[in-house]
């Protein structure tokens, strides 16, 4: 036999069913085909034929397995008016052929139009893949030679020219540009890298020439991972499902326990003709939408998360969309997380400029994190700086040397010893003191002439996150192994409402687990210490920019390095799960309503259902509720 | 008349409960070893047979969905634990691996969660 599609057979059929349509339309004026019985008979024995068929076939196999499904009542639908309409033609009364002929017309295109939307959908996630370019400019034997992206290994040296895209993950080696990350971070800037950088495969290097060395490749790569993580989170199970599912099972064989019913109401106890009976059985069974149930919350999944990736947010599964919208409370660590993680400089007393000359000439050579603090202070600035020699490394005090012939510090109080200090500097470094603030004092030729602030600073777009969060009516919550002060203040900057303090890295589960009691949680975390709690909490979010432990054990993880996408992941969840709701609530209202009346409940106050109208009804629910998912 | 039809309704009524609701045993089969390689075919029509598959644990597995439905409701399979979501009305055999470098269960079904299916993996 010739395979045709849905969509060819919808039409072959709805050509047959023509003379039937023409006829719908003549009937008001009393105009008859003539030879209508027989045309419509042949007509939609073939539409039967071709069309009908393959769902009595489905629907047999599926009932010897014990199981019903939509195809199950398009079949009885179906076979019961054609096969009466059969008897009714040899015994001489009315006909329904058309209605038959009619449904089958209708459900093939109902299927052949899902069939198409939902490759549709689906594909706009391979196409994140395509994004991949097929070659890669590979350093070979001193030259650079194009290799197809499969061939590309870790470590090869790849060369990217301007408006190239980078083919795979990997460590900037040289060159300095801008990359355009937007197709896997969701950030809209363009992102400046330099030697050491970080690339990210697939992203679009805009103005400079850029040579790195391959460190992912294949199904590693950043967007390779990112592509079978929304792949799962698609196919998740969201927990609402768990009554839909147990609704669909028995859905089918209780439609058609509704028929029968409604069949014996109607013919036995009413005493209605038995052809009146048997339209309003066959209205109910093909009314029934289970469909629409069993659908309601993977479409609204699919389309959620694939959305919530562009925006850089993942979303590993439909649960943790779900339990996001319960969560009362929201929990930050604060290293790395609410702050960027490297201290900063954030106040310079004294005489600023040299200040700094002083301090970065005695801390060029040191590795010290405070240390990089003051060069990338002494950088922003453009200072030229002396070169200090004697240098003296004092373990956890800090550095002495001799700057232009003169005796110098960096360090703490400790260093001080002969130095003088003026009042006015010991009581600025109070206050510095008191805001949380380490302070390194500068000294030169026995007097100490200027402090140095430095402090690890909450993320730019902190406080905005978290007055969002807390507009939203949720309680926000600061973990943290750092003494009460440094906490306090910090919390205080970026308005969290509770500071927990000197955690140990241990007890952060712990802590989750207490506020769970209050309702749920949320904890959002980066490092390797964070991800007991990640896991205990009722929604896990983790920075991507965290260690792979901790993305591991996040339910939701944010590509960008900004708290904000702890809001934007709140919305899209809210909005996901508002949508499966109203899905359900639509799925359940049309079989709620459309059954009874199907059934002749409203026959008492006029309201009858023709067959067609019927037809009608399902089938502009059916695509109304198609348009709403795939548009 | 009317009695009759009241009672060949109840009739089938009763059947219908039966037949869905009721406990039936299901379809188990083995999946065939040959070259360190297990293979097995899962029949597709108005439902999966056999139903419930059973690998061995650490033999690489291939699992082939043969498409005799030609109704789009069974069109799609999908692995939830997996994440995978195929297509099976692009040719009749669809091949698709499943890892079975541990003993666990993976449930599957069609697009819409009508039709259930099984595979086990075990020791």
């Known amino acids: 036999m010739i395979k045709i599609s849905n969509m060819q057979k919808f039409w072959l059929s709805l050509i047959l069913a023509s003379p039937m349509l023409l006829q719908m339309v003549l009937m008001p ?96 996630l391979s196409k994140l893949l395509n994004l991949q370019v097929k070659e890669a400019d590979v350093l070979t034997n001193d030259q650079y ?64 020439l850029l040579i790195f060395r391959a460190t992912k490749v294949g199904k590693d790569t950043a967007l390779a991972q990112i592509v079978e993580l929304v792949k799962k989170a698609q196919t998740s199970h969201a927990p609402i499902q768990n009554l839909t599912d147990r609704l669909s099972s028995i859905f089918v064989p209780a439609v058609l326990i509704a028929a029968i019913v409604t069949f014996v109401i109607w013919f036995v106890f009413l ?13 109910v069974i093909v009314i029934a939408c289970p469909c629409a149930l069993g659908l309601a919350t993977p479409t609204a999944l699919m389309v959620g998360t694939a959305r919530s990736a562009k925006l850089g947010v993942l979303i590993k599964n439909g649960q943790a969309l779900e339990e996001v919208n319960h ?47 003051v060069m990338a202070k002494a950088k922003q600035y453009q200072l030229r700086y002396s070169q200090a020699t004697d240098f003296q490394n004092i373990e956890g005090k800090g550095v002495k040397a001799a700057v232009d012939g003169q005796n110098a510090f960096v360090g703490s109080a400790k260093l001080m010893t002969t130095y003088q200090m003026a009042d006015d500097l010991k009581t600025e470094m109070t206050r510095l003191q008191n ?3 380490t302070v390194v004092l500068v000294g030169l030729a026995g007097q100490v002439i200027g402090l140095i602030a430095i402090q690890d600073t909450p ?111 709140l919305e899209i969840s809210k909005k996901t799960f508002n949508r499966i709701k109203l899905n359900l609530f639509w799925a359940f209202i049309y079989n709620l309503i459309g059954i009874p009346i199907s059934a002749g409940v409203l026959v008492g106050i006029g309201l009858q259902l023709s067959l067609s109208w019927l037809v009608w009804q399902w089938l ?11 548009y | 008349m009317q009695l009759v039809v009241l009672a060949i309704s ?49 033999v690489p597995a291939k699992v082939k969905f043969q498409m005799n439905d030609s109704t789009a409701c069974l069109s799609h399979v999908v692995f939830e634990k997996l994440g995978i979501d195929k297509d099976l009305t692009k040719q009749k055999m669809t091949a698709i691996e499943i890892p079975t470098d541990q003993a666990t269960e993976f449930d599957y079904a069609c697009g819409m969660n009508m039709f259930h299916g099984k595979i086990i993996v075990k020791d």
């Not at chain 1, 005493?271 to 209205?283: E, K, R, T, Y």
């Not at chain 1, 502009?620 to 795939?630: A, G, I, P, Q």
């Not at chain 2, 219908?16 to 089969?29: A, D, L, M, P, R």
């Open chain 1, 29 to 124: 004026f009393h105009w008859i085909i003539p030879g209508y019985t027989w045309i419509a008979f042949l007509t939609t024995t073939l539409i039967m034929l071709i069309s009908a068929a393959p769902y009595w076939k489905s629907a047999w196999a599926a009932f010897k397995h014990h199981n019903a499904n939509m195809n199950t009542l398009v079949a009885v639908g179906t076979s019961v008016a054609y096969f009466y309409s059969l008897f009714a033609m040899l015994t001489g009364r009315a006909v329904y052929f058309e209605s038959a002929a009619l449904v089958t017309v209708f459900v093939l295109l109902g299927d052949a139009l899902e069939e198409r939307m939902h490759s549709s959908a689906s594909n706009a």
């Open chain 1, 145 to 208: 030679s194009k290799v197809p992206l499969e061939k590309v290994q870790v470590g090869d040296i790849i060369r990217v020219r301007p408006g190239e895209k980078i083919p795979v993950d990997g460590v900037v080696t040289k060159g300095t540009t801008h990359v355009n990350e937007s197709m896997v971070t969701g950030e809209s800037l363009p992102v400046s890298k330099k030697t050491g950088d970080e690339v990210i495969g697939s992203t679009i290097n805009m103005d400079g």
């Open chain 1, 271 to 283: 005493g209605a003709p038995a052809v009146q009976a048997m339209l309003f059985a066959v209205s």
């Open chain 1, 327 to 373: 969560v009362k409370t929201v929990v930050f660590d604060k290293t790395g997380t609410i702050t960027a993680g490297k201290p900063v400089v954030t106040d310079v007393i004294g005489n600023q400029q040299k200040v700094l000359q002083i301090a970065a000439a005695l801390e060029v050579n040191s590795e010290h994190p405070l240390a990089s603090a």
């Open chain 1, 435 to 437: 805001d949380a603030k």
């Open chain 1, 459 to 569: 993320k730019k777009t902190a406080a905005q996150a978290i007055s969002e969060l807390k507009a939203r009516g949720l309680k926000t919550v600061m973990l943290t192994g750092d003494n009460q002060r440094v906490a306090q203040a910090i919390g205080s900057q970026v308005g969290i409402d509770q500071v927990i303090a000197g955690v140990l890295p241990n007890e952060k589960a712990d802590h989750v687990k207490a506020l769970q009691q209050d309702g749920q949680v949320a904890f959002v975390g980066d490092g390797i210490n964070d991800a007991p709690a990640l896991t205990v909490a009722d929604v896990g979010i983790a920075m991507g920019s965290g260690t792979d432990i901790a993305i591991e054990s996040g339910e939701i993880i944010l590509m960008q390095n900004d708290l904000m996408g702890v809001v934007r992941a």
């Open chain 1, 620 to 630: 502009s629910h059916r695509f109304r509720w198609l348009l709403r998912h795939y």
């Open chain 2, 10 to 58: 109840l009739g089938l009524i009763a059947f219908i409960i039966w037949w869905f609701f009721g406990s039936h045993e299901e379809k188990t089969s083995d999946a065939q070893i040959s070259d360190n390689q297990q293979e097995s075919t899962i029949v597709v029509d108005g439902g999966y047979s056999p139903s419930t598959l059973v690998l061995k644990k650490g």
